[in-house]
């Protein structure tokens, strides 16, 4: 019995490693106040505007940042000491946050400046994820990056229930400034974890700053490794035409009775992802015994879709007020979230596994615009869509079109999920 328990719950031996245990404490704290500020700026924006159209802008605003300066922060990830680029970003985003405290503190109402502080975030953000995945490989060894991986989503996920639901309640009584000033001091803790880091210099490194050709080689990387560039297909499919986020404020007041901005159903909407994953996470023990990884890949994300379908069934079913289309709709998005849990951490450690260190940064550049700039378009494309079919349709739809496109990528790629990631960790030692 203790031997099937073991199994099952999160693999902890990645934080034996003092300095992974250090980021990821840090991360307990940070998460929480980095939500509070993922939830405040959409439901700024609607507040001061009252279209989801305008929210899904915070889609475009941070698209082009995460772009450009993902991939070229994957670049100088490839160059610099990675240490001293954690330093340098991680700073920046406490500067940005704090600039989210300011214009909040004196009254601003001006949805351009909140959309360029929001841009300005993202450029940081864009340069420091990747560097941090970069150098999870130099800390740990090979067949712990599944485990390690799956940590770090828990932890990200745990406070992304956190922030949602401690907004939702705040936002009504506190207002905006005070979240943004608990992630600007919450910051601090990532910051000090990151300067006691030892030296990260990258084996093999080139000289000079990387420009345009350093992220083509990137790129070119990519087209020689089908698989890796297919994982990299796969979600966006499911991000952009299955994340129905920026629709979260619109469907809490019109499908389920809430306020217009805050409240309990609003709340437990931005948490039910967040709470799948972390439930995804704590259960993840499994994680590191799967051989036949892309397979559970293309399994993980037609979860995904159909959860997200019976997300928008629920919402398009719902009489305008809390009541059991909400629970239905909170359960589908708890099971995407396990869903996406898994797959995230499947991808992530079959690029880790596949890539040489000098090449490391770029293709978690390449990864973050990934992750993260799909749910940004994802935000524009149901933000535009349910202005014209309505939000139910518009969810309930792209749940159908994550289940069309990956059941067709998976034909059209049957080496992804015929791959094992038992091989490349044997080619990788």
């Known amino acids: 019995m203790r031997a099937t328990i073991r199994g099952l719950v999160a693999d902890t031996r990645p934080l034996k490693n003092e300095h992974f245990r250090r980021l990821w404490l840090a991360n307990i704290i940070t998460v929480i106040g980095a939500q509070l500020t993922v939830v405040a700026v959409p439901a700024q924006i609607y507040a001061d505007t009252g279209s989801s159209a305008y929210v899904g802008l915070t889609g475009l605003f941070g698209l082009v940042p995460l772009v450009v300066f993902g991939l070229w922060g994957g670049a100088l990830a490839d160059v610099m000491d ?3 680029l954690l330093i340098g970003t991680t700073t920046g985003l406490i500067v940005t946050s704090g600039l989210f405290w300011l214009q909040a503190a004196l009254g601003g109402a001006n949805v351009w400046l909140l959309l360029g502080l929001f841009s300005v975030q993202q450029a940081f953000f864009a340069v420091n994820q990747p560097t941090r995945s970069a150098v999870l490989p130099k800390l740990l060894p090979l067949p712990l990056l599944p485990a390690a991986n799956s940590l770090n989503m828990t932890i990200f996920q745990a406070g992304a229930i956190a922030g949602p639901l401690v907004a939702g309640m705040l936002i009504p009584v506190l207002g905006f400034s005070w979240l943004y000033l608990i992630d600007t001091i919450t910051l601090f803790a990532t910051l000090s974890a990151v300067v006691r880091l030892p030296r990260l210099p990258v084996e093999g490194a080139g000289t000079g700053t990387p420009g345009l050709r350093s992220v083509v080689e990137g790129l070119a990387y990519l087209r020689g490794h089908p698989v890796l560039l297919m994982s990299f297909v796969v979600d966006l499919i499911a991000m952009v035409f299955g994340m129905p986020r ?28 967040p709470a799948g994953a972390v439930l995804g996470g704590i259960f993840s023990g499994w994680v590191s015994r799967v051989d036949l990884q892309g397979r559970a890949v293309i399994v993980c994300i037609l979860v995904w879709g159909v959860a997200m379908t019976g997300f928008g069934l629920a919402v398009g079913l719902a009489d305008g007020s809390p009541g059991p289309m909400l629970v239905a709709a909170v359960a589908m998005l708890v099971i995407g979230g396990a869903a996406d849990m898994a797959s995230a951490a499947f991808r ?30 994802a935000d524009v494309v149901h933000g535009a869509s349910a202005a014209m079919v309505g939000t139910a349709a518009a969810a309930a739809g792209g749940g159908v079109l994550v289940v069309i496109g990956t059941t067709l990528a998976a034909l059209a790629a049957p080496a992804f999920v015929r791959y094992r990631i038992s091989r490349a960790v044997r080619e990788a030692a």
Do not use: C
């Open 246 to 273: 920026a629709l979260f404020p619109q469907i809490a007041h019109e499908a389920f009775g809430g306020p217009d901005r805050g409240g309990l159903a609003f709340a437990l909407l931005f948490a039910a992802i």
């Open 348 to 377: 992530t450690s079959m690029l880790m596994s596949a890539a040489t260190d000098a090449v490391r940064g770029r293709l978690q550049g390449v990864f973050i615009v990934v992750v993260a700039g799909g749910p940004r378009i």
């Open 82 to 84: 990675r240490r001293t």
